[in-house]
């Protein structure tokens, strides 16, 4: 069977297509991944706005006050933090905030497809502009840093290529690793009823939250990494 056909088969039985699929709402067209990708956005921007306003006034006058989500709160601010500071240094109170924001994008965003809706980095478009923002930070910051040393780097033609190339790797690996992992579940459903008994909450864990940690962590640490690179 050769790859059109099997594409074929996913865009016509399961509705499973490379392209976002559109929707009209009202005057406006979008796609299905635009959707998804807002609904990310403004449940970050809330879930921001609430611990700030209502937990962090709390935690500092309470500091002995120890809970589960204070723990994870801390523990991932400091995992960034940390590894902002380790890799990109002084650039690293800028770098890990950053980061923070877009991981937590790519994870929640991953997470979407246990609600029906497709995935945000399941489109290309928004996995190369992740890809694009980690390229302008890597060009930023090497020049900043460098000045017009920077400029003997692009002296050798490889040096141009592997650059060019970090956008698009960065954007190709998440987006087959997410979009694979979306067929996967729709895989899944589509089987005989007898035969989703359990496979759907084994098949979340695997391809759907562990797509989602997996992912926004190599993102993060392979950006950092390339933004160190520019900057050593």
Known sequence: MSVNSVLTTLDEDMGVSIPPEKITIGPITVTNTMVSAF????????????VRVF????????????????L????????????AHEQNGEYGGFVGPVYFALAGFIALGTL???????????????????GLISFILIFYFGFH?????????????????SDAVVPFSLALRMFGSVFS???????IYSLPMFARVALPAVGSVIFT???????SYIFMFLSMSFIGEATE
Request: net charge positive.
């Open 39 to 50: 609904v990310t956005m403004v449940l970050l921007v809330l879930f921001a706005v609430a």
């Open 145 to 161: 840093k460098k000045k017009a040393r920077r400029l003997l780097h692009y002296c050798n033609p490889i040096n141009i290529i």
């Open 72 to 83: 994870f709160i801390e523990s991932m601010v400091s995992m960034f933090d940390s590894s």
């Open 181 to 187: 992992g979306y067929i996967i579940m729709h895989l």
């Open 55 to 70: 937990f962090i006034p709390r935690w500092r006058r309470d500091d002995k006050h120890i809970s589960g989500f204070r």
């Open 112 to 130: 979407m497809e246990l609600t029906g809706m497709r995935p945000p980095t399941s489109d290309l478009n928004a996995a190369l502009a992740l």
């Open 209 to 215: 939250l562990f797509h989602a940690l997996i992912q």
